[in-house]
């Protein structure tokens, strides 16, 4: 229990190190849109948080819900910066909401919790609808 605490822990960190303090940049500048799908198994992933580092600047941040997930930069759903994001997904079920409670069960496995170890990118493109399909799998 205590390591599962533990790789919450450093997962929520990453998240919100990359989502709030990765870079800088101009305001709305070289933002696109992204709207698109995470799948567990072949199977749209309930719940949960993704976060991209891109080469350069600002990461970008948004909420899955029922598989579906849509980027913001500076503000909710407002795009990603142009370029390659490693990307980073966190996915949790149970856990209460106390101060002693645990962090719930992880829906997926903890390489997804780092942006090196997911293997995941989203390429953002001009000119290009923006609908990344990132298939996570449990194996």
């Known amino acids: 229990m205590l390591l599962t605490c533990k790789r919450f822990a450093f997962a929520a960190g990453m ?7 990765v870079g800088c940049g101009n305001k ?4 696109l849109p ?14 949960g ?9 600002r990461g970008a941040h948004g909420a899955i819900v029922n598989g579906e997930f849509e980027l913001g930069t500076f503000s909710n759903k407002d795009g990603a910066l142009i370029g390659t994001h490693k990307v ?3 996915a949790t079920e149970g856990g209460g909401s106390g101060a002693e409670s645990g962090p719930g069960k992880s829906l997926i496995p903890a390489r997804y919790n780092s942006p090196d170890a997911s293997g995941l990118t989203i390429d953002v ?3 290009d609808p923006n609908t990344p399909t990132l298939k996570l799998t449990s194996q």
Do not use: F, Q
Request: net charge positive; no cysteine; hydrophobic share 45%.
């Open 15 to 21: 998240i919100l190190s990359l989502a709030l303090i």
């Open 28 to 31: 709305g500048s070289n933002l």
């Open 34 to 47: 992204v709207r698109g799908k995470v799948t567990l198994d072949d199977k749209p992933l309930a719940k």
């Open 49 to 57: 948080s993704i976060a991209t580092m891109p080469e350069s600047g």
């Open 88 to 90: 980073v997904i966190v």
């Open 125 to 127: 493109k001009s000119g």
